[in-house]
């Protein structure tokens, strides 16, 4: 077990930022679809083993979609780029709550606060 513990944590940080905030926004929408469904307790079954195959598979997906048009790869970098400071500060607060951490709780900044909420899960 403590191989794939490593194995785990040494793709946590492999990941860029906006993989990081999918995989995020994944563990939301699946806790929040289960909760809508009235089974709660089926968010717990997403853990990080889950997320990374759902990760990959539909990555996979999109980037084989986004081959298939006429849109260049390089205007989600753009857009990523061009996001507000407001909706981001909002969105790191929300995802906070995904993972049960509070506002009173010691944080580190940025991808390294992802990447141990990712872990710690």
């Known amino acids: ?18 993989e990081l905030d ?3 926004r ?3 929408l699946a806790a929040t ?11 717990d079954q997403f853990d990080l083993r889950t997320l990374r195959a759902l990760e990959v598979v539909l ?6 979609r986004l081959k298939e048009t006429s849109v260049d790869p390089n205007i ?3 857009l990523a780029l061009s996001r507000d400071a407001d909706v981001d500060s909002s969105v ?26 990712m872990q710690d899960e």
Do not use: Y
């Open 1 to 18: 077990m403590g191989d794939q513990d490593e194995d785990d944590e040494r793709w946590l940080t492999a990941l860029s930022e906006p």
């Open 59 to 64: 990555l996979g997906s999109f980037k084989e």
């Open 26 to 28: 994944l563990k939301k």
């Open 92 to 117: 790191i607060s929300s995802d906070l709550e995904v993972f049960g951490c509070t506002s009173d709780q010691p944080t580190q900044n940025g991808v390294k606060k992802k990447r141990k909420q």
């Open 22 to 24: 999918f995989l995020i």
């Open 33 to 43: 679809r289960a909760k809508t469904a009235g089974h709660p307790h089926l968010a």
């Open 76 to 78: 989600l970098d753009r």
